[in-house]
């Protein structure tokens, strides 16, 4: 968790594969990167087993990118298709049981100011829908009233895709899967209004369609998770398997559904915005000087 582990000793440099090289001389650590250098330089995530053309990967890549320190940070999840490519990542991973992902970001946060009190350390809880809101609802819900100084982010493909296709709280209502014949019952869970209404601090809405707007985003989630409080980014990230989705079309099918009911909205308080507002003033300060 910091440029110090990742550095060999010399003795030893020379007999480490290419791969490991290149992440220490051309990674991100220590000098973030834009979407726009995407290709360009060696990213903490280029090989996965996840599907063929899967949103969630692309958008799983760019949080990376969009990360400020992912050499201070640590991703906590669960089980489901997101932990197969955010487990390959260059950047530490614990994998919680089902439900308890924003019970251990909370402990691992508070514990982690105790350890580096000079060191600002990120905490992201990244994982999918069946994972937040429906089986890690409760330690969710409750990381958000205490306004616990991390980022959730909610991979929402709107089924259980890793377990055969089960309808979860955000499978929109009707909508007729492999494990759901008759329809999903109920309407899609409001996890954006129950962000509203528990305070959270920075709450942001989108599709992987504009990879920038992406990167931002996340990045500034995490900054306001640092000194302000929780922050919660739901992203629309389709599963192409268990929507057949041919995969040429998952992109036009990401630009369709942001149009139609996943348009970009972010809600940002009093509080958080002053402090995004400073930081940004004193980068582009920083960038023009």
Known sequence: MSLETLHPAPAFKDFLP??????VEHGPYGNPKKVTDMGKFKEVIEEHPMCAGCAMT????????????????????????GRLAISQASVPFIYGNYGDTNAVA????????VRFPEQKKDVVVMAGDG????????????????????TTIMLDN??????????SGMTNQGKVLKMAPRGKFGEKIDAMGLAKV??????????????????????????????????YIQAYTSCNIEYSIPTPDVMKDAFEIEKERYG??????????????????????????
């Not at 290419?18 to 992440?23: A, H, S, V, W």
């Not at 909370?106 to 100011?113: D, P, V």
């Open 58 to 81: 692309l958008f799983i890549r760019l949080v990376y990118i969009g990360m400020p320190n992912p050499e201070h940070t640590i991703v906590v999840g669960t089980a489901g298709c």
């Open 264 to 289: 970009f909205e972010e809600v940002i308080s009093p509080q958080a915005k002053e402090y995004l507002d400073e930081v940004e003033k004193k980068a582009k300060k920083k960038k023009s000087a």
């Open 18 to 23: 290419i791969e490991y090289k290149d992440l």
């Open 131 to 150: 994972g937040l809101i429906d089986i890690g609802f409760q330690g969710m819900m409750h990381s958000w009233f205490r306004k616990e100084k991390f």
């Open 198 to 231: 528990a305070g959270v601090d920075y709450i942001a809405r989108l599709a992987p369609t504009n990879p920038a707007r992406v990167a931002r985003t996340v990045r500034r989630a995490i900054m306001v998770a640092r000194e302000i409080g929780h922050s």
């Open 106 to 113: 909370s402990g691992l946060k508070r514990g982690l100011e």
């Open 158 to 167: 709107e089924v259980y895709g890793n377990t055969g296709g089960q309808e």
